[in-house]
């Protein structure tokens, strides 16, 4: 079994999955607030516009939106980012993965800002904040805090949705790990469990640590 | 300073702002008084445009309530507002709460701010929990922080929406004892409440409300003397016995 990790770039593959997930994450998570504010404010177009957002996105398969970003974007409309084949594949998923669970970000935050009692907001316009101070002082730092375990949880399906981008031949361990059942048919359970089990490490802490930081960064009414 | 015309306001089919007509002098005290339900949480609420009104006009210093946007925001940083639940920034200590205005809309530097808001909490008496957080305060102690960060934007009128309320029967006073102070300082002040104690004693004018309404408007000493409305009797019958 050790020969699997000397034959093959075991740690590498994970790396992928571990770029692909921090990318992803960094993108939901912009892509995610700012379609959660387009649905808190006041402005009905803007409000209609991130409800059609995440109801078009989160009702769409993945690997529909995946496999899309490189037939649609890149076949098709020729929107490559990278000459450099893997790196295109790579940049697209990340935007496809992005663009997905931005729908399930923007979703956890709304959860959080139904979280704030509306007084916060009345309190924070009767001082004369205008509408971004008000979302930027008051109401966003507490939707966040009471956000943190539903996008804990998002966070943990991004890591796990990232095998998707193998439909487009990205070489993160899901990839990998198909290379190496075909290959070592008579290590299929270890190899089922060595990604498993990678999966686990990379995600349990980040239930751990929500969990720990919506206790600690609860705010107290 | 505030001068409201014919405001109609209606929350579906109840109309619950029947053409108010008041006129708040600068340096006036007025205690809006009235059942439950007879608007005056409304009224009050309206004079800043936290509600919407559907016709009238309200002035503020001779200037028109904007409509929304960046307008509304610096007048409303002009008036004053303190809740029934008082609505301290929850996540922000007691000190960020009252600079936080001042910093954000008047462009105070942190230094100046931290210095006003030090003043202020030494005003209303809370100084020692300048670092704690709103839910480690008492309900009277939170209620004197929200009236301090109010006046922090030095406001040209205050309006008070039941302060005291929701307090504790014992936190009633040390809060109206900051409000008296506040009114024989001369600050222009809208106070909705149920406590006829201060009505008699700082008020220049009661203005007594129902369905809406403007039913009477007297001086403390007439209203609970010799109220002239059937409305205000049945009113004063109700609760002064207690």
């Not at chain 1, 991004?158 to 059942?181: C, D, F, P, R, S």
Request: glycine share 8%; with cysteine.
């Amino acid at each position: 079994m050790g020969d699997l990790f000397s034959q093959y770039n075991v740690l590498g593959a994970f790396g992928i999955t571990i770029v692909l997930t921090v990318l992803s994450a960094i993108g939901a998570l912009v892509i995610g607030t700012f379609v959660a504010i387009m649905r808190v404010s006041p402005v009905a177009f803007l409000n209609k516009l991130g409800a059609l957002y995440v109801n078009l996105v989160r009702n769409t398969p993945l690997t529909l939106i995946i496999v899309f970003c490189n037939i649609g974007f890149i076949v098709n409309l020729g929107m490559s980012v990278s000459n450099d084949f893997a790196r295109n594949n790579l940049v697209w998923s990340v935007i496809g993965l992005a663009t997905y669970h931005a729908a399930f970000v923007c979703e956890a935050l709304r959860s959080g800002v139904n979280t704030v009692p509306t007084g916060q907001a009345e309190a924070a316009r009767a001082i004369g904040l205008t509408f971004g101070q008000s979302l930027r002082e008051v109401l966003l730092p507490q939707a966040f805090r009471g956000a943190i375990t539903p996008l804990g949880n998002t966070l943990i399906a991004l890591t796990k949705n990232t095998t998707v981008a193998t439909a487009i031949g990205v070489a993160e361990i899901a990839g990998l790990m198909k290379t190496m059942q075909e290959d070592r048919a008579d290590l299929m359970i270890p190899i089922f469990l060595i990604v498993a089990f990678g999966f686990v490490l990379l995600t349990l802490p980040v239930g751990l640590l929500t969990t720990k930081l919506s206790t600690k960064l609860a705010v107290k009414r | 300073m505030v001068v409201i015309t014919g405001v109609n306001k209606h929350f579906g089919d109840l109309h619950v702002l029947k053409d108010i007509d008041l006129t708040i002098g600068k340096g006036e005290v007025v205690v809006v008084l009235g059942p439950s339900g007879s608007g005056k949480s409304t009224l009050c609420r309206t004079i800043n445009r936290l509600e919407p009104f559907e016709t009238g006009s309200i002035t503020i210093d001779g200037k028109e309530l904007p409509n929304e946007g960046k307008p509304l925001a610096q007048l409303r940083a002009d008036v004053g507002m303190v809740f029934q639940s008082f609505n301290l920034f929850a996540h922000k200590t007691i000190l960020d709460n009252i600079t936080l205005g001042p910093m954000k809309v008047r462009k105070l530097s942190k230094a100046d701010a931290d210095k006003q808001a030090k003043d202020l909490l030494e005003r209303v008496g809370v100084t020692a929990q300048a670092n704690k957080y709103p839910a480690q305060l008492s309900g009277g102690q939170q209620q004197r922080v929200a009236i301090a960060r109010a006046l922090a934007m030095k406001p040209k009128v205050m309006l008070f929406d039941e302060p005291t309320s929701a307090l504790d029967p014992e936190m009633v006073n040390e809060v109206l004892e900051v409000m008296t102070e506040l009114a024989q300082s001369g600050m222009t002040m809208v106070v909705i409440t149920h406590e006829m104690g201060f009505a008699r004693r700082a008020a220049n004018r009661v203005v007594f409300m129902a369905d809406g309404q403007i039913v009477e408007v007297a001086t403390p000493d007439e209203f609970f003397t010799a109220p002239k409305s059937h409305r205000a009797q049945d009113f004063l019958g109700k609760i002064l016995p207690h």
